[in-house]
Structure formats: structure tokens, C-alpha cells
């Protein structure tokens, strides 16, 4: 490896085999060391990925690889701790989604990241589509006229993550609207350059999990272990600061057609509906726009082209390349910190069984 690469790390070998991907595609940085304190994983992604520095404790690693850049791939309720802590070495940061647990540990990350004058890019891999990528220049050419609403959903038929933390409240902040809820907030907002949210009206539910219901790879009846104390599902509606609408339908579970996991964003103006509708992770078939052309209904299928690096493994290369070039990259923790708001004001409606107002 050529010395003037950065340095990259992973902590978290979960999701991380997907971070993998981008630190070897990027001209930028070679994936240098890895972390987590589970043993077995740990030999078995580092045999895999050729990785021969080898940590089971983030804190040594921190202290020892003199990393550029880290991917923090862990359990929600220790994004913040983990991120400030590299910020804090000199690393700049992507960390995985939600960015923290509630709002004021997301507020000590940005303050963190200001601090240290490092890089903290959330994991917003569904950005880093082609699909999505066209959605958005279609809205801020204006293609769609004014926005009057947007309808966004991920929905699972049966897609309680039967592993890891994910049922507890504790180590992950909540349910499928934290885990699911906060990618297709984020597009929203994106796709719209982040209109101020004015009010939430939001109800929660947890109806299949505390029962062993609709769990990837678990036998029904049998529940997660340590328990299952989050939301399964929920909707919410938001007023914005542009005078558009947001609707939200998030579930991990619900009964609809088998094995369904699909997320859909329809952003809906005066002059055109563009619809991003993902089913199963596949990348075929995923756009439509509705308009009129001479008076009659018009529907495009675009085709959007996914031969480039797409998703974690485009959004690693994206790091890289702004700390080479000294840019920002594609997200930052500021726009990390407003999912969570967010996310903390659907709670907090669902838990008072009332609208919530921002700015109050
Ligand atoms: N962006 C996406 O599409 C996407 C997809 C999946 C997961 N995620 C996020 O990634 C994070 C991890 O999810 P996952 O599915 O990989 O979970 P996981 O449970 O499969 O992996 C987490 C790993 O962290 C390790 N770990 C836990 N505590 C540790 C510690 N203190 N030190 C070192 N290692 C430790 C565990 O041993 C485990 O291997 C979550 O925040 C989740 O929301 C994002």
C-alpha cells in the first residue's frame, strides 16, 4: 500500500462488511484496522477483507491505528460515545444511522465534530443511489413545480431484525421508526434541501414483537432475548417550513404481501409526482414520474444507472475524496442531528397522544 493513503477503520463488523466495500473501491484510503469484541466475528471479517490490525477495543484502536477516518458501525445507544471519542483523536467520522439516541447526545457530536475541526458524516446510504440522486435533481430543478407533500413509508411484512440489539430500548433508542424511519425522513428532507419541520402528530405501536411475531430468522413465539421493549410501527404527519406536507408510515412487521420490505418516498408538486419506490433492495424499476404534457397524463419510467459504486460503498469513496480534496462530503452531522429531532418529537406525540410543536 502506498503511504500516502489515509487510514481507515471500521468498529462494528455488522453492517461494516458494507463500509468494507468503499474502503477498498476508493483511490483515497486503504482499510488499515478493525474492531469489535465479539472474537469470532472479528477473525472472520479480517480474514475476508485482508485487515491485519485487529482491535477488540475501540479505545485502543483509537489510541494505536492513527486513523483518518472510522467507520462507527455499532449499536445506536453508542454512536455518541464512540464518535466523540474519535473526533476527539483526530479521526474524522462516518457513523452509522440513527446518529444517536436522542437529540442532546446528536447535539454533543455536532459541538464534538465543530470542536476538533473533523469530519462526522452520517450514514445515509440510501443518498448514495442513482435513484434517489435523480430524484433529487428532479426537485431542485423545480421539475416538480411547488411541493405540496410528500408520502414517505418503509414497510416490512415480516422484518423484526432478530438479531443484535435492535428490542431494546436501551442500546438502540427505539423501534422500526429509529431504524427504518429515520433513512426515509432523511430522503425526504434531502430531496427538499431541509425544510424547517414545524409540528408532529405521531402514533406508535408495538403490537408483533413483544410476542415473538414476524422476527427474521427466529421460530414464532420465540422472543428476543433481553426483550422487546420498542415500537414495531407507527405513522406521523408534519407540517414544514416550505408549506409542504410529510406523511409517514413506518412498520417491521404488519400483514401485507409475504416477505414485502420496501421503502417508497413520493414527493408530490404542481406540476409533476416523483415516485422512488425501492422493493426488497433491488434496483430494478424503482422510479416514476406522473405529469401532463398537452393536456393529457404523461408516465415516465427512468431508468437510473447503477453500474458506478452505489450506496455505503459511494458514501465511504465520497469521505475520502472531500478530505483529499478539502471539501465537505454529502452529509454532516448538523442534518444527522435534525433526523433526530424529529425522530425524538414522533415519540414524544406518541407518548402524549398530542401534536408536538417545534420551536416552542
Ligand atoms: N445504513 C444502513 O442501511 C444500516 C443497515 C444495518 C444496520 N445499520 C446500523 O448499524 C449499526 C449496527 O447494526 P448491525 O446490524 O451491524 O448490528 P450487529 O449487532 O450485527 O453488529 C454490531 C457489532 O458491534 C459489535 N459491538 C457491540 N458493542 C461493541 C463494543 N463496545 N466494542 C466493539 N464492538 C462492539 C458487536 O459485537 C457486533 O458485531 C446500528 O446503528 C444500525 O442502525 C445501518
Redesign the pocket.
Given at each position: 500500500m502506498s503511504s500516502s493513503l489515509l487510514r481507515g477503520g471500521i468498529?462494528?463488523?455488522?453492517?461494516?462488511k458494507?463500509h468494507a466495500k468503499g474502503y477498498i473501491s476508493s483511490p483515497d484510503v486503504e482499510l488499515a484496522a478493525v474492531?469489535?469484541?465479539?472474537p469470532d466475528?472479528l477473525q472472520a471479517f479480517a480474514e475476508e477483507w485482508k485487515v491485519a490490525e485487529r482491535y477488540?477495543?475501540?479505545k485502543m484502536m483509537l489510541q494505536d491505528a492513527k486513523l483518518d477516518i472510522v467507520s462507527v458501525?455499532?449499536?445506536?445507544a453508542?454512536?455518541a460515545e464512540v464518535s466523540i471519542a474519535a473526533l476527539e483523536a483526530g479521526v474524522n467520522v462516518i457513523c452509522?444511522?440513527?446518529m444517536a439516541v436522542n437529540t442532546a447526545e446528536a447535539q454533543a457530536m455536532v459541538d464534538a465534530a465543530k470542536r476538533t475541526g473533523k469530519r462526522l458524516m452520517m450514514?445515509?446510504?440510501?443518498r448514495y443511489r442513482s435513484d434517489a440522486q435523480w430524484m433529487r435533481r428532479m426537485v431542485t430543478t423545480g421539475q416538480l413545480g411547488d411541493i405540496y407533500h410528500v408520502q414517505v413509508s418503509w414497510r416490512r411484512e415480516t422484518g423484526i431484525?432478530g438479531?443484535?440489539?435492535f428490542g431494546s430500548k436501551a442500546a438502540?433508542g427505539g423501534g422500526a421508526l429509529i431504524?427504518l424511519g429515520v433513512?426515509v425522513i432523511d430522503l425526504a428532507l434531502w430531496l427538499m434541501d431541509f425544510p424547517a419541520v414545524q409540528t408532529i402528530s405521531a402514533q406508535t405501536r408495538s403490537l408483533f414483537g413483544p410476542v415473538g411475531r414476524k422476527t427474521w430468522g427466529r421460530k414464532p413465539g420465540q422472543v428476543i432475548e433481553g426483550g422487546f421493549d420498542v415500537d414495531d410501527g407507527g405513522v406521523a404527519f408534519m407540517r414544514l417550513a416550505n408549506g409542504a406536507s410529510m406523511a409517514l408510515n413506518v412498520t417491521w412487521a404488519e400483514h401485507g404481501q409475504p416477505q414485502e420490505d420496501a421503502y417508497r418516498v413520493e414527493v408530490q408538486g404542481t406540476e409533476g409526482t416523483a415516485i422512488l419506490h425501492v422493493r426488497n433492495y433491488k434496483n430494478d424499476d424503482t422510479l416514476r414520474f406522473y405529469t401532463e404534457m398537452a393536456g393529457v397524463p404523461v408516465t415516465v419510467v427512468p431508468t437510473a444507472n447503477f453500474s458506478t459504486p452505489q450506496g455505503?460503498e459511494a458514501l465511504v469513496m465520497d469521505l475520502a475524496k472531500s478530505i483529499r480534496n478539502g471539501e465537505a462530503p454529502g452529509t454532516n452531522g448538523e442534518q444527522g442531528q435534525i433526523a433526530v429531532e424529529i425522530l425524538d418529537g414522533i415519540y414524544e406525540s406518541s407518548r402524549i397522544g398530542r401534536e408536538v410543536v417545534f420551536g416552542e
Open positions: 468498529i462494528g463488523l455488522g453492517v461494516g458494507a474492531c469489535d469484541m465479539n466475528r477488540s477495543d475501540y458501525c455499532l449499536p445506536n453508542l454512536h452509522e444511522k440513527p450514514s445515509y446510504n440510501y431484525p438479531w443484535g440489539l438502540s431504524d433513512h455505503h
